[in-house]
């Protein structure tokens, strides 16, 4: 089965620093990576996606991740930090069986200090 | 404009009294998936639906119950109420082609 952990429930930043946020999964099946943002009082959206090809996967905002299949590590890092991602981010990996699934992580919420 | 929307975003309601949350999607998906938002869970798929007419359990589908009779629509029956119930529940939608899934705005629903 695949699974996604998040390191980190709460992450805090200073406005202007480095954005770490860390992605484990499993997967018997090559992996196709999703990063979802939320923002307070609102649905999920798209941030960035790896399914094939290059590793390193720009997003919206300056947001990317990298995908390291031999760390089975899907970080997503941005080098400034906006007050305006302060929000909740979820790691998820596509699910084998039908229904194209995806399965979540339980999200990191980030806070952006000044 | 590409949507999915859902109905109401809020709701309280008591124990045992039925409700119906709605979901609508204008992109022609063929999936279509409700989920519940827990702190410190994460999200948890109920149902999803392959097509029209074409349902399945989720991780926790106890309690609920969903129809698609059409390719658009994807309600939420909880038929019998709960506290445990309570939760933000998120509606999405995706196509074959894809794994990118589309989200609703959110219900957040309270049971009293």
């Known amino acids: ?114 | 404009e590409a949507q999915v929307t859902q109905n109401p975003r809020y709701l309280i309601t008591v124990t045992g009294k039925k409700l119906t949350v709605t979901c609508s999607q204008n992109m022609n998906h063929e999936y279509m998936s409700w989920y519940r938002q827990d702190p410190g869970l994460g999200l948890r798929q109920i149902y999803y639906s392959m097509n029209v007419e074409v349902t399945d359990k989720g991780d926790v589908p106890e309690g609920y119950k969903v129809s698609r009779k059409e390719k658009r629509n994807f309600p939420l029956i909880l038929e019998s109420p709960s506290p445990n119930q309570t939760s933000l529940y998120f509606c999405a939608s995706w196509p074959t082609s894809s794994y990118e899934q589309y989200f609703g705005p959110g219900t957040r629903l309270t049971v009293t």
């Not at chain 1, 805090?12 to 999703?34: D, I, K, Q, W």
């Not at chain 1, 979802?36 to 300056?62: E, F, R, S």
């Open chain 1, 1 to 114: 089965a695949q699974s996604v952990t998040q390191l980190g429930s709460h992450v805090s930043v200073s406005e202007g620093a480095l954005v770490l946020l860390r992605c484990n999964y499993s997967s018997s099946v090559p992996p196709y990576l999703f990063w979802y943002v939320q923002y307070p009082n609102q649905g999920l959206q798209l941030l960035l996606k790896y399914t094939t090809g290059a590793t390193l996967v720009k997003g919206i905002n300056g947001f990317e991740a990298e995908f390291k299949k031999s760390e089975t590590s899907f970080h997503l890092t941005k080098p400034s930090a906006h007050m305006s991602d302060a929000a909740e981010y979820f790691c998820a990996v596509r699910a084998t069986g039908g229904g194209n699934k995806l399965t979540f992580g339980t999200g990191t919420q980030l806070k952006v200090e000044l």
